[in-house]
Each structure stands twice: as C-alpha cells, then as structure tokens.
C-alpha cells in the first residue's frame, strides 16, 4: 500500500489541538509521548485476572470419525505429514465455541479444530458463514502479509462445513499477552516484559491495519449503538439503573458529535483484540489468532480493546486505574510510530481512544463471574472515560 494513503488516515488537527475539548482525554497519554524505550528483539485470563486455556485430554480419535478422514487425507499432509495409520490425541479448549486440539502422535504436529455447530451434524446456516467467515478473514490477513516474521496469523487448513461447521487451523505456540500482562500486574514479572510486549503488537495492529484500510470514512454510528448494547445489556440484568443508562445513551451522543470520531479510514480489524488472542516468543514475533469477529471499521476499536483490557488489569490486581496509564500511554505512542506523521497520529488515536475503552470495560462488566462491587467499578471508570470529552 503506498505510503501516501497512510498519510490521509489523519488530517491535519486545528491549532491548540491539545487545549480543545479532548484534552483531559489524552492528558495522562502526553505524559508518556516521549518515553524512550529501546526494541527488544529477542491466556486466558490467569489467577484472578487471566487463567490458562484449560486443556483436558479426552482420548485418542476414533478412525471411524468423520473428523479422522479429514485431518489425515487433507489438512495434515498440508503439513507434510503422510504416513498412514495416524493416531490422534484429542484435547479439549476453553473458547466461546466447541474447540479441540488434536496432535498427531508419530509426528507430534498440532492442529487446532473449531466446531461452529454441534460435531457430527449438519450446522445451521448462521453457523456455517460465521466458519467462511473467519475462515476468508484469516486468509485475508495472510494474503497481506501476515503471514511469517514477524507478524504470522494462525494458517486455516481446512473446513467441515457439513460436520459442525469446523475449520481446522494452525497451532501457533508462543505466551499470551494475558499471561504477560497478570504477572506483571501482580507484579511478579518486570515491567518490561510487558513493554516488550506492547511494542511488538502495536507493530503487529499498525501493519495489519495500514495493509487494510480503504477508501472509505468508519461509520461511528455502529460504535455508538454497540455502546447501546452493552448499557442495555446490564440493565437487562439490573446491573445498571435508568438513570446510568439514560447517561450512557447521552454520553454517545456527545461523543457523536465529536468530529474526530468520523475522520479516520475503514481498516480491517481483528474484531476480538483481547489478551488470549495474541501469541509471543522471542522478539519482535506475534502471532494473532482468532478472527471469528473481524470485521472492517475504525482501527481504535482494536487499540481502544487493548486499552481497555490493560485497564481491567491493573484495576483488578492492584485496586486502582493509574498503574495501567504508563503501558497504555506506551502501547498507543508505539503504534503511532508507524505513521508519517507520529505526533498526529498519536494524537487523533489518544482523542478517540477513551470511548472504545469505555466500551471495553462495560463488555467486561457483563461476564457472570465478576462481583458486584467490581462491576460497579468498572462502570464507573468506563463513566469517568465518557465523560473526558
């Protein structure tokens, strides 16, 4: 993509920028504009904030599974795997739908399965496009370049749309950012390992995200009904009253009118850029996986994600918000680098930022296992981010 695109993502911001109504958004984010910080080349959710992906062994796949014929005559040869007689060991994931893992013994190859419909059944038809649809996001990302060092998204190896709607995808190995990010928040791990982290995945989001814009202006009207949404959700559950979701409905208005919100170009974005979704090892390497939510709009839906998760983080682990803002402030400085126009950029992504982790911190609110007290908690602070422009 020519670079002279890149520059049009962020036209040029009116003088005293940074005095106007969106300057106590970014203010704790200037602070941190001129942090140095050199580039190490060298999930989910553990403890209370970040567990491990539960990976339970269910046995060895029977050869009279439709799924044994599958991997053996058309995704393991793909990894040059051809002996016959294979032995598959079979292990179960957490994710938001059905998702195995199975590895083949001789070889020790890993293949991971994801199953939008029951296994062994004919799939509905939502289920089958959400399958096509992670399956043509995933090859997207690939066909532009994220595909090896030092930005690889997971391979799709194959689909089952008539057994469960399954597609079958790279095993990536690598430590979470979710891993990364408890133990730094619970501070038994430096902080800069976390730096490390978030430098590279600004590279990864950056290059994903300029390799993928269009012509075309985001629509902030879709974020603000996303925000709907989610306030309406809580009151449904009466974790929110009338009154704070009458605010909330306020709140994306104002944010409506807020110019910069509609200035930015459609990128394709990852949909779900949460912790478990990115994968790391040795430098500057990032593999993303999990595209069942990519979908095109504005780029800080996923740098507001990411935000918004650093957040939730600290506010968990350490009782308080200002010990995630250096990272965050770090993380949105680093992405920013991948412009023309650094300072711009920083600055039109630090003014829209608040809202999207806003967002973030109501989608977190939602999950049953949190308290009510953290809840509450956690509603306030996306109120607080609100109501910075």
């Known amino acids: 993509m020519p670079r002279r695109r890149i520059g049009r993502l962020f036209p040029a911001l009116p003088q005293g920028f940074f005095g106007g109504p969106a300057a106590c958004a970014i203010d ?66 957490g994710g938001s739908n059905a998702v195995f893992e199975y590895e083949e013994r001789e070889s020790g190859h890993r293949v991971i399965g994801k199953f939008y419909g029951e296994s062994g059944t004919r799939a509905s038809p939502r289920a089958v496009d959400r399958m096509w649809r992670e399956y043509r996001a995933v090859d997207h990302m690939r066909r532009v ?5 030092p930005h690889h998204v997971m391979r799709a190896l194959g689909t089952a749309p008539d057994q469960g709607a399954a597609i079958f995808l790279e095993h990536l190995r690598g ?4 891993v990364v990010l408890d133990g730094v928040a619970r501070e038994v791990r430096p902080p800069s390992a976390l730096y490390e982290r978030l430098t590279a995945l600004a590279f990864f989001l950056a290059t994903m995200h300029n390799r993928t814009v ?13 925000l709907g949404l989610l306030s309406e959700s809580l009151r449904h559950h009466r974790h929110m ?53 990519s979908h095109y709009g504005d780029r800080v839906f996923d740098v ?12 968990l682990n350490q009782g308080n918000r200002r010990g995630a803002e250096p990272y965050i402030g770090h993380f949105l400085w680093e992405y920013s680098c991948h412009f023309p126009d650094r300072d711009a950029a920083f600055a039109h992504i630090c003014a829209r930022v608040p809202f999207h982790l806003a967002t973030t911190l109501l989608r ?26």
């Open 28 to 93: 704790f984010l200037v602070t941190f504009q001129c942090r140095p910080w050199s580039y190490c080349v060298h999930d989910v959710h553990t403890c209370v904030t970040f567990v491990q992906v539960k990976r339970e062994y269910l046995g060895t796949l029977n050869q009279a599974d439709p799924i044994y014929n599958i991997l053996s005559h058309d995704v393991l040869p793909q990894l040059g795997v051809t002996t016959n007689g294979q032995r598959y060991r079979v292990f179960r994931l």
């Open 145 to 149: 370049g994220l595909d090896g060092y």
């Open 175 to 178: 430590e979470t950012l979710g």
């Open 214 to 226: 269009t012509d075309d202006l985001v629509d902030f009207h879709d974020d603000v009904r996303y």
């Open 241 to 293: 009253g009338d009154q704070s979701l009458r605010e909330f409905g306020s709140l994306g208005d104002r944010w409506k009118r807020f110019g910069p919100m509609w200035e930015d170009h459609r990128v394709c974005l990852h949909g779900d850029a949460t912790p478990a979704n990115f994968l790391f090892t040795d430098g500057m390497w990032v593999g993303g996986i999990d595209f069942e939510r």
């Open 304 to 315: 507001g994600r990411i935000a918004g998760e650093l957040q939730h983080a600290f506010m």
């Open 364 to 389: 977190v609110a939602r999950n049953p296992w949190i308290t009510n007290e953290y809840r509450t908690k956690l509603i306030e602070a996306a109120r607080d981010a609100l109501r910075s422009l």
